[in-house]
Each structure stands twice: as structure tokens, then as C-alpha cells.
């Protein structure tokens, strides 16, 4: 019953800026991992940005000085704000998380959000 939503993705111009939201809701007890990952037409889905429960974090090679992730426990929800946005950044982007449930002891699984689309061009 655990549920990954995103919101905050459109059309924005080459160097232009948004701001994705990933919100969790249902029977959370805590979350261990947050990651955002995109895919591009015809590519492979791959890793954008991951935040764990400690707040280490970790970027893709491509989006390093340009996209910060960051988390809000209180509200379960991850965020990616992507600066400095190029074309190769035209992607649908997908919020991923491993959550344990209801309980200290709830069982702990891997939840994918449905995605958001993210265009960038003039």
C-alpha cells in the first residue's frame, strides 16, 4: 500500500531550472534509501542521484555540480533540483525508494514512483 508519487517535471529552456518532488504515503515506518533515476527514449533506465537514511549522497557523473538531491523525513519526500538543464537532460524521471513498513520490524521493499517527464529545449 506504499505509494511513490513525483511531481514537478515540464518543459523548461537549456539552462533553465526545476525542482522534482518524490512524496511517499501509506504505512511508512522509515525510509532507508531514496534515488532519482531517469530514462531517455530508447535508452536504459539509469541512476541520477541517491540519498540513504545517513544522507550520504550520490551523483551520476553527467549531473555533478548541476542537480542537488535532498530529503524531508517529516514529510517522506525527496526532492532533485536540476540547474544548469541541457537537452541530454530530456528524460522521464523516476523516483525509486526502499522503505520498511508499518513497524521496527515491517517487512522492508523496493517501491518505484510512475514518473515524471522532464523536456528540455527551446
Known amino acids: 500500500q506504499v505509494q511513490l508519487v513525483e511531481s514537478g517535471g515540464g518543459l523548461v529552456q537549456p539552462g533553465g531550472s526545476l525542482r522534482l518532488s518524490c512524496a511517499a504515503s501509506?504505512?511508512?515506518?522509515?525510509?532507508?534509501?531514496m534515488g532519482w533515476y531517469r530514462q531517455a527514449p530508447g535508452e536504459q533506465r539509469g541512476l541520477v542521484a541517491s540519498i540513504t537514511s545517513s544522507g550520504t549522497t550520490n551523483y551520476a557523473d553527467s549531473v555533478k555540480g548541476r542537480f542537488t538531491i535532498s530529503r524531508d523525513n517529516a514529510k517522506n519526500t525527496v526532492y532533485l533540483q536540476m540547474n544548469s538543464l541541457k537537452p541530454e537532460d530530456t528524460a522521464v524521471y523516476y523516483c525509486?525508494?526502499?522503505?520498511?513498513?508499518?513497524?521496527?520490524?515491517?517487512?522492508?521493499?523496493?517501491?518505484w514512483g510512475q514518473g515524471t517527464q522532464v523536456t528540455v529545449s527551446s
Open positions: 525509486n525508494a526502499i522503505i520498511r513498513r508499518a513497524t521496527m520490524t515491517g517487512p522492508i521493499s523496493n517501491y
Open positions: 501509506g504505512s511508512i515506518f522509515s525510509i532507508n534509501y
